[in-house]
């Protein structure tokens, strides 16, 4: 049996979905050690893992890309956040590594530090990504805006026209950083942003068709295996069970994105409707609100029970969240505030499995009549979860590791072909040093 090191970034939202993975590894006999949240290490320990914290330094570089004023600086400002990380987390997963002595190495694909030192270290490594991939393809629109897929010659027109401007903006803005990155791990230096996803030897992605959009130019590195739904095993509150009303759940981002108008605009635009909303804030508070008598507000409250019974969910257009609901059946509404989110609730629209309302249009009004719209959708929200059900899951994802890295477990480190790999005290260095990423 292998034992198995995880990498993870410092967000739930992609700790939780890896962990059926990493439970169904543990389940084989296979030993797994991870490296997570300080606030996660008891859950991941009663699950039997080797668990200890990334280090405090990432988890106190947190995302403020809610305040840019524009995508492209929203975009850049993400991208200063990975790269202020890179040589942390990097540094961390190296160490891990030197303690831990894996077959397999599995890294979050947000971490970018921690890729690079995957990609150094020379044994078998995977990526895994939970949330839509920004892979460029033939079939498809340039990645970012949330446009459809083109149908006909003028939609292959647009398509023409805007993937020079939209994907020159994400190289500009992107792969020099990202480049810089890799040169300080001594690896060679990329062509294209998506030519990341193209590194790991398997690239494990937590979704599925028909919610994903079919392309024929798939790398034979990617794996979809759906999306692992998982939440931590809680008791649903006691006043659940009180409550005779349709329930419509509402999300909000669990790291902050100022995206708490989004309940209070539910609260209103449903004050009135035959169901009862249940809101959840985990990473925001609801200041100034009156909480009607059909609604419960909680920083958290178990999704699965609540989705078990619900007739709707409205989401931030957040691929956990939003893919939780599908997997179930349930249609959403998603209101998109940035980030990957307008690409998640364009395909919420495009699979018919619920509506889209842009953050910029959220009124009581126009958010009210998307949810009513969206239970509509039900045959389009089981047609998704029968996808996800169809890719295997956690098993399919168990596979892909066992089939494709542990036969080839004999570790050949990479030569530094641009640069010598840097010590930790570089590392170090580099991290403390840089602000702002170099233009």
């Known amino acids: 049996m292998a034992r198995i090191l995880a990498y993870t970034s410092p967000a739930r939202g992609h700790l939780f979905p890896l962990t059926p993975i990493l439970d169904e590894l543990h389940r084989r006999g296979h030993d797994v050690a991870v490296r997570t949240l300080q606030s996660q290490l008891p859950l991941m320990r009663d699950h039997d893992f080797h668990a200890a914290p990334i280090s405090d330094r990432v988890e106190a570089i947190t995302h403020h890309d809610w305040r840019a004023g524009n995508p492209r600086r929203a975009l850049a400002m993400a991208v200063e956040v990975f790269c202020t990380r890179a040589p942390l987390d990097g540094a961390d997963l190296r160490e891990a590594i030197e303690t831990e002595d894996p077959d397999v190495v599995l890294v979050d694909v947000n971490s970018w530090g921690a890729l690079a030192a995957a990609e150094r ?47 020159g903006a994400i190289e500009k803005a992107t792969l020099p950083e990202l480049n810089r990155v890799r040169g300080d791990f001594g690896l060679p230096l990329l062509g294209a942003v998506g030519d990341m996803f193209l590194r790991p030897p398997l690239l494990l992605y937590l979704t599925a068709e028909p919610f994903e959009y079919p392309r024929s130019d798939w790398p034979s590195n990617v794996v979809m295996v759906g999306p692992c739904a998982w939440e931590p095993p809680l008791d649903p509150p006691a006043w659940l069970s009180d409550i005779g009303e349709p329930l419509v759940l509402v999300t909000t981002s669990s790291e902050f994105q100022n995206d708490a108008r989004l309940v209070s605009t539910a609260l209103q635009a449903l004050a009135d409707e035959p169901v009862h909303v249940i809101a959840t804030l985990p990473a925001s508070e609801l200041a100034n609100c009156a909480v009607p008598r059909n609604a419960h507000v909680e920083r958290f409250v178990p999704h699965g029970p609540v989705l078990d019974r619900a007739v709707c969910a409205i989401t931030h257009g957040g691929m956990g969240s939003t893919q939780k609901a599908l997997a179930r059946g349930v249609p959403v509404c998603a209101v998109p505030f940035g980030r990957d989110q307008l690409e998640v609730a364009r395909r919420v629209e495009v699979a018919q499995a619920g509506t889209r309302l842009p953050a910029s249009r959220l009124r009581p009004d126009r958010l009210r009549a ?45 030569r530094p072909t641009l640069a010598h ?8 260095a580099s991290a403390s040093g840089r602000s702002e990423p170099r233009r």
Do not use: K
């Open 121 to 167: 270290w020379g044994g078998p490594w995977a990526a895994f990504c939970p949330y839509p991939l920004a892979l460029p393809s033939r079939d498809l629109p340039p990645f970012g805006p949330g446009l459809s897929p083109a149908r006909g010659p003028l939609g292959h027109l647009r398509d023409g026209l805007l993937r020079p401007i939209v994907a």
């Open 370 to 414: 998307g949810v009513r719209a969206a239970m509509d959708c039900v045959e389009g929200a089981r047609r998704v979860a029968s996808g996800f059900a169809a890719a295997g899951g956690a098993n399919a994802a168990a596979d892909a590791i066992e089939n494709r890295l542990l036969p080839n477990s004999t570790r050949t480190p990479i």
């Open 421 to 428: 790999a840097p010590t930790d005290g570089q590392l170090e």
